[in-house]
């Protein structure tokens, strides 16, 4: 049974690199969700894909980060000219369409710090 | 917009005791999803339980009730008989069906179970 995978699973970069991350979600499940989470807080909804189309981005998406998810399998969550404040872990999520009567199947997440 | 509250920012609970976490939340849309999801220091997503906004019945699974109370706009979790392993973050979560597919989570409550 394969879940959701998230790579790379920790990053440490520095101020004003570029970082990418990848999610290979469930192969069926056609939607896709990044999140972030900073310590000790809930996951904050960052854009959402069903299949290949970007159907929600939130507000807390500054410029400097987009997301792609070209085929409708997998997706990357690229953060340009990282800075302090994008330390956190980054959750990527997939569902099958019932969204409304099933759950979100998690990855483990990628861990960045920015020094 | 969708919102989810928890109130209790921590709680303390005895092995095999009960406990309630709370949860309301806030949305126009009559058509809704309820979820709690543990996590544990391992930092991993665990769906716990659903409810739906036009379920009669209060969901069960296991140990975990919700306490699903619409015109309150709660959505109470119940853990029977705590064990030790319940110690986790405790994350309500919604989503609805017309007015957008993100799903929003609350900020948490830390369980903590006492031997």
């Known amino acids: 049974d394969t879940g959701v995978s998230q790579d790379p699973r920790h990053k440490i970069t520095k101020r004003g690199q570029n970082v990418t991350f990848r999610c290979d979600p469930i192969?069926?499940?056609?939607?896709l969700y990044w999140y972030r989470q900073t310590l000790g807080q809930g996951p904050e909804f960052l854009t959402y894909?069903?299949?290949?189309?970007?159907?929600?981005k939130s507000r807390l998406l500054s410029d400097r980060f987009s997301a792609e998810r070209p085929k409708g399998s997998f997706s990357t969550l690229e953060i340009q000219r990282t800075e302090q404040g994008d330390s956190a872990m980054y959750l990527c999520?997939?569902?099958?369409?019932?969204?409304?009567?099933?759950?979100?199947?998690f990855g483990e997440g990628s861990r960045l710090t920015v020094l | 917009a969708q919102k989810i509250t928890q109130t209790q920012p921590g709680m303390f609970v005895q092995e095999k005791e009960a406990v309630t976490l709370d949860c309301t939340y806030d949305t126009s849309d009559p058509s809704y999803g309820l979820f709690w999801y543990k996590q544990p220091s391992s930092g991993e997503m665990i769906f716990l339980i659903y409810?739906?906004?036009?379920?009669?019945q209060n969901a069960t699974e296991g140990r975990y009730s919700l306490n699903f109370q619409k015109a309150r706009k709660s959505a109470n979790l119940v853990i029977s008989a705590s064990q030790l392993g319940d110690s986790a973050m405790y994350f309500c979560a919604m989503t609805e069906t017309n007015y957008g597919q993100n799903f929003v989570f609350g900020p948490g409550t830390r369980l903590s179970v006492l031997p």
């Open positions: 999520a997939s569902s099958p369409d019932r969204v409304d009567t099933g759950e979100l199947f």
């Open positions: 894909f069903q299949n290949e189309a970007q159907l929600e």
């Open positions: 192969s069926e499940h056609n939607r």
């Open positions: 409810q739906g906004s036009y379920d009669q």
